[in-house]
């Protein structure tokens, strides 16, 4: 029993590391959107939800008018790295989608794909979302314009009656 116990204890640093590899998003390119970065810890830790940027590379985003092209990229890019957690309109291993725009500012959303981890560590809503669903949101590496795509792909699934 001490064997495996030590064993445990060996490897759950190398499992911790591997859930947790970051890596720098880059700026987008060619988007509707313009997109500033600021340093992680300039947002508090409590806001509301519609004013909450949350913490990561992106503190100011506009948006313009839904941008089609974008968005199909963003569909392949949720298809890919996103569905083995959430779906749009009921709960899975995360939170339903679908009206996450209407809920969420689009740097929070775009903060939380780009940086999951800190985004649980430091933000309010992030660390009500985690103890509600008791799963933390994996990092999946995308770029900036990754996750600008996503953003896009969400914003054509607004639904206000949705929930977290």
Known sequence: MKRYSRTIWMLLPLLL??????????NPAG?????????PDSQPSSLDPKQDKGVGPVSSLTLEPINSKLAKEGDGLFQKNCTACHRMEKRRVGPPLAGVTARRTPE?????????TEMLEKNATAKELLA????????????????R???EYLRTKEDSHAKD
Request: proline share 4%; aromatic share 4%.
């Open 108 to 116: 929070w959303i775009m903060n939380m794909i780009l940086n999951p």
């Open 17 to 26: 590391l591997g859930c947790n590899s970051n890596t720098a998003p880059t």
């Open 132 to 147: 509600e669903y008791s799963t933390q949101m994996a990092n999946m590496n995308v770029t900036q314009e990754q996750a």
């Open 31 to 39: 988007t509707t959107s313009s997109v500033s970065t600021a340093a």
């Open 149 to 151: 795509a996503i953003l």
